[in-house]
């Protein structure tokens, strides 16, 4: 039996990606960081269960990964480990640095230290924040580099940092650059589920109004329990290379905005520019979506969109599998359930 190491398996990829490893019959092991409240919500039922084995461990101390890594002596180390949110980046630079990029030679030296590196394949997730500033569109493996936040930037070391123990100790690590994926189980600070939660609610009578940043910032979104497929595709190749992982679409935070409040039976009317442009309930006419600077980075990637053509032909994974529209539908139902709840108990 193959045995996987994940790091942030309580993360929204690191519950998909558990739950994808145990149905191909993998022995799942996954490193998490002590916290002051319970972090486990989304893998409580594998844990349950007893279907996984988790180990104290943290991206910023060496010690704890040479430790689980050589308990566990896994066959695959996926490191979803992160600091994950770009805005906070700003704040919090140096953090973001020290688990973003050292952290990720941190894992490469343990499994290098422990002498696992013939046998330990890697996988790194990188990100389509890489390509920040973009010049051209959609993005594919060839296209350079610009990132454009702390969090971009700290990226980049890990992915190059792979490359680099690939080439220089023969290591099977790889890098997926994954576009935006999102799900019921994503973070409520990120602008999907931020919009999701909010529509449901404000159709619930649970809350007057949502506040966003920039409206048009476009983003290439897929549905991530598809995605954790591409990552664990990647590391049964026979060769190690790194792959941009897409929907090859591209939409508008407006667009995403638009779908949530019609899944939620609101028609939005938009009136005004950039930061006094205000979405309307078209029936009622009430204020319901509204721009404020708080959410504006002092940096912005606003124009993702990949090209999947390399996953697709050299792995078979397949980026139309759920279109972004179909995600937006599959987030609201959860939310929409989750608003009716709270109502209910709040009766
Ligand atoms: P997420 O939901 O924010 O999960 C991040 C995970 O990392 C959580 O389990 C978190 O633990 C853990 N973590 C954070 N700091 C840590 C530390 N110092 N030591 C150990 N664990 C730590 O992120 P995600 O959306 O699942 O993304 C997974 C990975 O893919 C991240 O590396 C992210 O940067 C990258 N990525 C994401 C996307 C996307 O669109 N989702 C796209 C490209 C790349 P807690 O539960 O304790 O917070
Ligand atoms: O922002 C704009 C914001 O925070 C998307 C992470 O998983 O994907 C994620 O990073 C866009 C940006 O995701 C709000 O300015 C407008 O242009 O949902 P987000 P992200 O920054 O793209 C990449 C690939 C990763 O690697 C990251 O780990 O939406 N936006 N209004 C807003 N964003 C947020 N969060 N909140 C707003 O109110």
Known sequence: MKKA??????????????????????????????????????????????????HNG????????????????????YNLAAQSHVGVSFDAAEYTSEVDAVGVLRILEAVRILGLGACCRIYQASTSELYGKVVTAPQNEETPFHPYSPYAVAKQYGFWIVKEYREAYG???????LFNHESERR???????????????????????????????????GYAKDYVECMWLMMQQAEPD?????????HSVRDFTNWAFEEA???????????????????????????S??????????NLWGDPTKARTRLGWDPDKTSCRELCKIMMAHDMELARNEKNAGA
């Not at 600077?293 to 606003?302: H, I």
Request: net charge negative; charged share 25%; aromatic share 6%.
């Open 58 to 77: 943290d991206l910023t101390d060496s010690s704890s990964l040479i430790r689980v890594i050589g308990e566990v002596r896994p066959d695959e180390i």
């Open 242 to 250: 790194d792959y941009v992982v897409a929907t090859g679409v591209q």
């Open 293 to 302: 600077d708080a959410f504006y980075r002092p940096t912005d990637v606003v």
């Open 265 to 291: 039976g609101i028609s939005l009317k938009w009136e005004g520019m950039g930061a006094e442009e205000k979405g309307f309930d078209a029936c009622t006419g009430k204020m319901l979506v509204c721009v």
């Open 171 to 177: 290591m099977f690590a790889v890098n997926g650059i």
């Open 187 to 221: 973070g409520s600070e990120f602008v999907t589920r931020k919009i999701t939660l909010a529509a449901s609610r404000i159709a619930n009578g649970l809350q007057d109004h949502l506040e966003l940043g920039n409206l048009d910032s476009l983003r290439d979104w």
């Open 5 to 54: 190491l994940i790091t942030g398996i309580t993360g929204q990829d690191g519950s998909y990606l558990a739950e994808l490893l145990l149905d191909k019959g993998y022995e799942v092991h996954g490193v998490m960081r002590r916290s002051s409240v319970r972090t486990t919500s989304r893998i409580d039922g594998l844990l349950k269960e007893g279907r996984v084995t988790l």
